[in-house]
């Protein structure tokens, strides 16, 4: 699947894949979904200090990029879940080695839990 150019995107691969994820919680949010599917609600939890409007902002702008999918059930009450789509999942994989360069060079090697580029929850 490929999501569409943005208007004044440059070539550069990186630019393009920044556009994607900018933004200060897209990579806390593609992490949390890498867990599981999650409620909104479920989400906002799980992000101590986003606000419901940045949230929900990033969710539909990371949806229109093909990265997230968003499931409504037909059911009372409502129902919406998130989950990553299979680009959102290639796109933790590709961030996954990112993050081990941060882990690495800015938090001096401090253990902590991350996910692997296969997906698996990790410490290191």
């Known amino acids: 699947m490929r999501t569409a150019r943005r208007p004044g995107a440059s ?7 920044m556009e ?3 933004g200060k919680w897209k990579s806390s949010i593609l992490w949390a979904l890498n ?5 909104f609600g479920e989400l906002r939890r799980m992000l101590p200090g986003v606000t419901e409007k940045v ?9 229109t990029d ?5 499931e409504v ?8 879940e998130y989950s990553l789509t299979p680009l959102g999942v290639t796109l933790n994989e590709a961030l996954a080695p990112l993050g081990e ?7 001096g090697g401090r253990a902590d839990h991350h ?4 997906g698996d929850r990790v410490s290191g």
């Open 35 to 39: 867990e599981r599917a999650c409620r």
């Open 73 to 80: 059930y037909d059911e009372v009450p409502p129902r919406v």
């Open 20 to 22: 994607v994820i900018g």
């Open 101 to 107: 360069w941060g882990r690495e060079h800015l938090l």
């Open 11 to 17: 070539g550069c691969g990186i630019d393009a894949a």
């Open 66 to 70: 093909g990265i997230v999918h968003r």
């Open 55 to 63: 949230l929900a902002s990033h969710l539909r702008e990371m949806e």
């Open 115 to 118: 996910v692997d580029a296969t």
